[in-house]
């Protein structure tokens, strides 16, 4: 079985960067495997919206987006009809391409 890729790309204009993702690997550990500075202030458990991103491709391949993940995504700076959470975007046993936006990230001081 072939590894899923992530492409990841920035609204603060550095350049796109494709990654592998092994099955059961969240997007943010993808990212924080890879140097990619993304927010995750509740340490990924879906305890806030600082790894809030936009899935530009891929969407209906990840889990369904639960009622808690929704509460989060509602409290979110800019969140659109493509928002999710990073830590709950977890790739499935399959090969995929999944496509993200990582928004402007606002640093609260921690």
């Given at each position: ?44 458990v879906c305890g806030c919206s600082t790894c809030h991103i936009y ?53 609260l001081g921690h």
């Amino acid at each position: 079985m072939q590894p899923s890729t992530i492409i990841f790309q920035f609204q603060d204009g550095q350049p796109p960067q494709t990654h592998v993702a092994a099955s059961g690997e969240s997007v943010l550990d993808v990212a924080l495997n890879n140097g990619i500075q993304l927010q995750h202030n509740c340490g990924g458990v879906c305890g806030c919206s600082t790894c809030h991103i936009y899935v530009d491709k891929g969407m209906d391949d990840l889990p369904e987006i639960s009622d808690k993940e929704e509460d989060f995504i509602d409290r979110a700076i800019s969140p659109r009809i493509n928002s999710r959470l990073a830590c709950q975007c977890v790739l499935p046993n399959e090969q995929l391409e999944v496509v993200v936006t990582i928004p402007p990230q606002h640093f609260l001081g921690h």
